[in-house]
């Protein structure tokens, strides 16, 4: 009986939503040139999820267009951005949701990846085009991510895997877990 409560329990937790993502907006910092924009740009280009990039060289700033049914990987985004020399200051994904239920700190399932919601409303429902944006070390400037780690009790912001804030089942699988807010 204990096992089929914790797994109902793990069900709402972890709530698995029917939403895709089809575009991001990421913006770079250090950069100084056009050169810089340019070689962000080529290793962005290079992911295969990726349809098409368009470049904003004044803001420093990407807006990433995603292949229809792509597996979206935030940590494959930033990981190009550093490779070409740079850091994320900002990365927002924007995604197409139909009445997936969201709340201050649940974990929700989006494309294979867990999604853990800050300071949003309790009972809210996304539906139609939302903008998540990516709070968690690495994905924003130093000042602007004191402002999620201040809040305390989440732990995992600065790890991105599940720590004791977490449901113990994505504890237990050692989960990447991404924070966002709306």
Request: with cysteine; glycine share 6%.
């Amino acid at each position: 009986m204990k096992k089929i409560f914790f797994s109902i329990a793990v069900l709402f937790i972890a709530i698995v939503s029917n939403a895709q993502f089809t575009s991001a907006s990421l913006t770079a910092a250090g950069l100084t040139c056009a050169m810089c924009t340019k070689a962000i740009f080529t290793t962005l280009e290079k992911i295969p999820s990726i349809q098409r990039v368009d470049t904003d060289i004044k803001n420093s700033s990407f807006v990433i267009y995603f292949k229809n049914v792509s597996d979206i990987d935030p940590d494959v985004l930033k990981s190009a951005v550093e490779q070409a020399g740079f850091s994320v200051a900002k990365l927002s994904l924007t995604g197409s949701f139909n009445n997936v239920p969201v709340s201050n700190n649940a974990h929700v399932s989006i494309g294979g990846k867990i999604y853990q919601f800050l300071q949003v409303k309790n009972t809210t429902s996304l539906n139609g085009s939302q903008t998540l944006t990516l709070v968690d070390r690495k994905f924003l400037s130093i000042k602007e991510f004191k402002k999620y780690e201040t809040g305390g009790g989440h732990e995992c912001l600065k790890t991105g895997k599940a720590e004791a804030c977490c449901p113990k089942t994505l504890v237990a699988d050692n989960s990447r877990i991404y924070h966002v807010t709306l």
